[in-house]
């Protein structure tokens, strides 16, 4: 089965990107964000995720939320 290409964007995946130095997502809320958000925050996941797909990434962000 493969991975799917990205995952949901949410509070808790913004919040971790902001916390990991992306302060300049902290305005973005998931629940209002345009195209232009998305392709920030994916940049952003891309620039965090290591050899993890996007997929992966998010799926261990949430396993280890507390």
């Known amino acids: 089965m493969q991975n799917p290409p990205h995952c ?10 902001v916390k990991n ?3 300049h997502l902290k305005d973005i809320k998931w629940t209002k964000m345009n195209i232009e958000d998305y392709k920030k925050i994916i940049k ?3 620039k965090t995720k290591n050899d993890l797909s996007i997929a992966e990434w ?3 962000l949430f396993n280890n939320r507390k």
């Open 58 to 60: 998010e799926l261990l």
């Open 8 to 17: 949901p964007i949410d509070s808790t995946v913004i919040e971790t990107l």
């Open 44 to 46: 952003d996941i891309e």
């Open 21 to 23: 130095g992306a302060k």
